[in-house]
């Protein structure tokens, strides 16, 4: 039997080698391309003038974040990424809501605000006191996320173009496209900083404080919920599906490590919209507060390497490292366990399938619960690899002072050269 040539094949090891090593050194990698080195602030050429394709309408700037018309940024969708447009969206449904509560005492006395849903929770539990309300679950929810979605997309445009944009250039960042990465992960620092400070408070008023996890399942069905958590979930819910529907709909300009980041999302809004479904809201706060408290730290640590400030850099990554771990695994883990070991804590009268009553948890939901939480958790695993090797790069390198151009969109087409489309 011929031997195939020596070298011929190469082995399993080294191939899985080369992969890491252009993951760890790829510019556009969402982790790791942040932390490249980068050029030296004030020496970074600026980007060439916006490249534009042609559509039915006329030419077209890629990714751009000007409207095409009110109409138009409806019908495209492109107000998610057009902040003018997003703010008529919201102050249409704000205007008439108001104008409903002016006339309603005059014409419709006895009729319910219809634009109030989009504004405020719903489904308040009758009888409940007004010094301490609990609201159920309902359809009126999914309009609530809508409109959320629309919020969320005002909040991040308007942060990353009128806020964030601005103060990069201050610091001497000229090149078109880490501006846009400064305000994303700007806009990631302050929204998992509110959201991770909003769900400790939230915990801290449930019986699982401080990852009690015998509480998850303890008294099920958790369906009264404070009006506090279900606005955070609803929340949590709408800034999910905007983050998705920018990706899915590539209202941005996309990075080389796109379908690991539409998994991790599609993973988080299984999470949500399961765990709400199925009154499992206290181990969805708890998933939450996981995730975002270390994503906090890593978004702050990237900003930091932008700017070039090493030692802050290096010391706020240390922490993130010891953050994640303890959140992103170790808490992640205890999660595991609970839903394993821990699930027949619940009520024998909840172990049925019987959603008019509020119980879902027939033997099989095991199963669904723990499903996306060992996906969450190879994706984090993944992710923890990857930030191990970027510390030991960090360390081997500490004493090179790099003048080389690695920003995150080397290695891809300039704008001005990209005309596939």
């Not at 195939?4 to 090891?13: C, D, L, Q, Y």
């Not at 919201?90 to 002016?102: G, T």
């Not at 009006?227 to 979930?233: I, N, S, T, V």
Request: glycine content about 4%.
């Amino acid at each position: 039997m011929a031997r195939s040539p020596e070298g011929s094949k190469r082995p399993r090891p080294e191939a899985i080698q080369t992969s890491l090593d252009r993951i760890e050194t790829d510019p556009a990698h969402h982790l790791a391309g942040p932390f490249r080195p980068q050029t030296p602030l004030g020496q970074e050429p600026a980007n060439a003038s916006p490249v534009t394709y042609t559509n039915r309408h006329g030419p077209v700037v890629r990714w751009s974040t000007q409207s095409a018309g009110f109409w138009t940024d409806i019908k495209t969708l492109r107000w998610v990424v057009v902040p003018s447009s997003a703010l008529k969206i919201l102050l249409i449904v704000f205007v008439l809501w108001a104008n409903w509560e002016i006339l309603a005492p005059y014409i419709a006395k006895d009729l319910p605000n219809p634009f109030a849903p989009l504004l405020f929770i719903s489904h308040r539990i009758p009888g409940t006191p007004d010094s301490d309300p609990r609201y159920r679950k309902g359809y009126l929810d999914l309009v609530f996320v809508c409109y959320y979605v629309v919020f969320w997309s005002f909040i991040r445009q308007s942060i990353t173009l009128y806020i964030c944009r601005p103060l990069a250039k201050r610091f001497g960042i000229r090149r078109e496209s880490k501006l846009d990465r400064f305000g994303e992960q700007a806009y990631a620092v302050i929204y998992f900083a509110f959201m991770a400070s909003w769900g400790l408070r939230i915990m801290s008023q449930l019986p699982t404080w401080w990852y009690r996890t015998e509480q998850f399942w303890i008294d099920y069905p958790h369906w009264e919920m404070k009006p506090e958590l279900k606005a955070y979930y609803l929340m949590q819910a709408a800034y999910w599906c905007q983050q998705l529907l920018v990706m899915v709909l590539g209202l941005e300009k996309p990075r080389k490590d796109y379908y690991e980041l539409v998994a991790h999302h599609l993973v988080t809004l299984w999470l949500v919209g399961w765990s709400y479904l199925i009154n499992l809201t206290y181990i969805g706060n708890a998933v939450y507060l996981s995730m975002d408290l270390p994503d906090t730290f890593l978004g702050l640590s990237k900003l930091l390497n932008y700017l070039q400030w090493d030692r802050a850099k290096m010391s706020v990554f240390v922490v993130f490292l010891f953050i994640w771990s303890y959140f992103r695994h170790w808490l992640n883990w205890v999660m595991l366990y609970s839903v394993w070991f821990e699930f027949d804590l619940m009520p024998e009268t909840s172990k049925r399938w019987s959603p008019d009553d509020g119980v879902w948890m027939v033997w099989w939901m095991k199963y669904q619960v723990f499903a996306p939480l060992v996906l969450l958790q190879i994706l984090n695993l993944f992710w923890y690899f990857l930030i191990w090797r970027i510390a030991y790069r960090a360390l081997s390198d500490i004493t090179t002072s790099d003048v080389r151009s690695d920003d995150e969109d080397d290695g891809e087409p300039d704008d001005a050269d990209d005309k596939d489309d």
